[in-house]
Every structure is written in structure tokens, then in C-alpha cells.
């Protein structure tokens, strides 16, 4: 084999965020040795900020999370006001995302900028974000409109007041780190911080991005705890609705699901037990299903961005495993205010071959 580069993690805890970060080393491997690959900086390498790695994220933001989609990038509707956003996002919640980005060493002041940049756009009505999306994506208001629904989880009737920051940089200083940690700490605030580090291995450049804050391993945790604090709030001002299931799909059982895991596990869950599609079709709007037929070598995803050309691909099921030959089936990610409705049909469908109970869960209401 070969040598290859590997990177070699290492478990940061909070009194070593507030310090300068030390270079993370990667290494070369090989039978020989594990020889360090030198770390070089974005301004040597020519790599410009926005025309590059700006460009790069936005192709593909889920290298930052895969709850992330663009919406524009360098958003600066704002009155009185000439500065912009790197990139505007949106997660599955309807939170809008801010994302900054710098190629320097230490971050600059991307904590501050940020903030002010969430601050004005926590204004943004969704009849704005409709039209945003539109203007950037070439797509038509109401192309926009069943995009945006399509992948948010749940209906909303206005944008959540809530902002979350990513703040991505080369490396942060002591200042930057210290801020994120204690606004998130103290004031519930949503920051993530991603380090970019480019390193020099022969011709080629590779980038290591590893998540700061929160440490990868107590984000699930610190983040639900979080959320769930701000649903129930929410939920109380605003009435919306984040109820869990619990289900019984054979002799499986799955605790506190969310309207949509619990549409989709019932639909596959039929699917494997042998229902038949257009009973399963029935039960879920199958009008809305979509029949593809990949290519040899093509994914189900882009055989249906292929033959639906005007449909968003965007808050879609690519993986149910629904084939019948050359066709593969594809659906809106079901939930919301239908959940119980479709759950009941499937059941009934399902009879004789699969049972499928289902029940709120009474500890849901996360957001």
C-alpha cells in the first residue's frame, strides 16, 4: 500500500480552547514512518476567501452539518446598513444560520460580526426568505416556496426569532474562543466554530476541519438540552407543535421519534414485510411519490434531479429502498400535521403482514 495522509485527532477540553490552538499534526503514513505533513496557510497557497473557499462551502454545506441549506450568499438586504453575510442558511427547524468565514489565523473579530449580523437578520420575514432563495437560485416564487417547505420538518407560519451562528476561520484567538464559549454558555446562544487548516503534501493541499465548540462530543447532548429549553418556551408563545412518537413496527420498538423518522420507519417497515407499493403509495399522498430510474452507477437522487429538472431535490426521501425493477420510488419527507393520519393508513395496510402501533411519546416536545 501506498503512504496516505491521516490525521490524528485529539481530545481538546475547554480550559485548551481559551488557549492559542497548537497546529494539529497530520501525518504521512507509511511502513517506514509517520512522517508530519507541513501546514501551510490559504494566503501562500493563493486561496482566496469568498471566490474559493466561500465557493467551496456553499456547494456543499453539509461538510459543516447535514441540517444546512444555502440560501444566498452575501446577504446584505439590510437598511442602512452596507455589510454582508457569507453565507445565509436554513436548518430543518427554520432557523435561520448565519456563516462567516476567514482565512486568517486568528478569526478577527467574526465573534462580534457575527452577532451583529444575526441581530439584523433575525428580522427576516419567511415571505422574504421565499424570495430570497428565489432570486438566488433562478427558481420561480413558488418553486421557492415548495422548496423551502419541503425541508423544513415541520410547518411554520413565521421564522423563528432564533439565529445560529458558524464561524468558520483558519484558527480562532483566545478573545474569539472565550466569547463563543461564554455566550453559549451563559446566554444559550447557538455558535459552532469549524477550524480550516490547509496543509501541503507534495502537489497536493489538503484541508483538515475539525469542530471547536461545541466538542463534537457533547454537541448532541448540549445542543438538545438547549433546544429543548427553547421549544417549550416556544411552544407555549407560539403554540407549535414537536410531539415524539413512540412506535411498534413488528416486534420492534422505537422511542420518541419524530414525525417524519416515524413516517418514514412505518413506510420502509411496510415495504420490507412485503406491502405492496401502491397499497403503501395509498396511505401517503401517492400522488406526490415519484417514480425514477437510475443509470447504472447512478444514485436515486440524481436520477430524479435528471428526469424532474423543475422539482426541488431538497427535503426529499432518496434512501426508502422502494424498488420495483428499474424503478426506485422517492417522496416528500412526510410529517407534520399528517403524521397520525398516514401512521393509521399504514397500519391498516399493513395488516396481516407487519404490525404497527404507535403513541405520543409524553417526554416529547423537543425541538
Keep these: 500500500m501506498g503512504p496516505v495522509a491521516v490525521g490524528l485527532s485529539r481530545s481538546i477540553g475547554r480550559e485548551r480552547l481559551v488557549q492559542q490552538n497548537d497546529d494539529v499534526p497530520l501525518y504521512r503514513y507509511s511502513s517506514a514512518s509517520l512522517a508530519p505533513v507541513p ?15 466561500q465557493r467551496l462551502l456553499l456547494n456543499d454545506l453539509s461538510i ?37 468565514l476567514k482565512r486568517t489565523d486568528d478569526g478577527g473579530h467574526m465573534d462580534l460580526q457575527s452577532l451583529r449580523y444575526a441581530a439584523m437578520v433575525s428580522t427576516m420575514t419567511l415571505d422574504h426568505l421565499v424570495e430570497t432563495y428565489a432570486e438566488a437560485h433562478h427558481v420561480e416564487v413558488e418553486q421557492a416556496k415548495l422548496a423551502l417547505t419541503d425541508w423544513i420538518e415541520e410547518p411554520l ?64 447532548f448540549q445542543i438538545q438540552q438547549r433546544r429543548k429549553v427553547t421549544a417549550t418556551a416556544a411552544n407555549r408563545e407560539s403554540g407549535r407543535d414537536f410531539t415524539r412518537y413512540d412506535l411498534v413496527l413488528g416486534e420492534e420498538s422505537i422511542t420518541a421519534s419524530s414525525k417524519q423518522g416515524a413516517v418514514k420507519l412505518a413506510i420502509i417497515a411496510a415495504h420490507q414485510a412485503g406491502v405492496d407499493i401502491d397499497s403503501i403509495r395509498t396511505a401517503t399522498r401517492g400522488h406526490r411519490w415519484n417514480a ?8 436515486v437522487q440524481d436520477a430524479f434531479v435528471r428526469e ?55 417526554a416529547g416536545g423537543r425541538a
Aim: glycine fraction near 6%.
Design 64 to 100: 459543516l452539518g447535514d441540517d444546512l441549506l444555502a440560501i444566498t450568499e452575501e446577504y446584505g438586504a439590510f437598511k442602512d446598513s452596507s455589510r454582508r453575510i457569507d453565507i445565509l442558511a436554513l436548518d430543518r427547524r427554520g432557523n435561520l444560520v448565519v456563516i462567516e
Design 308 to 362: 424532474y429538472p423543475e422539482s426541488s431535490p431538497g427535503h426529499r426521501w432518496f434512501d426508502l429502498e422502494i424498488r420495483e425493477g428499474d424503478t426506485a420510488w422517492t417522496t416528500p419527507r412526510w410529517g407534520g400535521a399528517d403524521t397520525e393520519t398516514m401512521l393509521d393508513a399504514l397500519a391498516r395496510a399493513s395488516r396481516g403482514k407487519l404490525r404497527i402501533e404507535w403513541s405520543k411519546n409524553d
Design 157 to 220: 407560519e413565521e421564522l423563528p426569532n432564533r439565529v445560529r451562528v458558524i464561524l468558520v476561520s483558519a484558527d480562532f484567538s483566545t478573545e474569539v474562543t472565550s466569547t463563543v464559549l461564554w455566550l453559549n454558555d451563559n446566554y444559550g446562544t447557538d455558535i459552532a466554530c469549524f477550524r480550516l487548516s490547509p496543509y501541503r503534501l507534495g502537489d497536493e493541499l489538503l484541508v483538515d476541519l475539525q469542530q471547536l465548540i461545541p466538542l463534537p462530543e457533547a454537541t448532541d
Design 292 to 299: 425514477v430510474h437510475p443509470q447504472e452507477g447512478e444514485s
Design 39 to 53: 501546514r501551510t496557510t490559504f494566503e501562500s497557497e493563493q486561496i482566496r476567501e469568498r471566490q474559493d473557499l
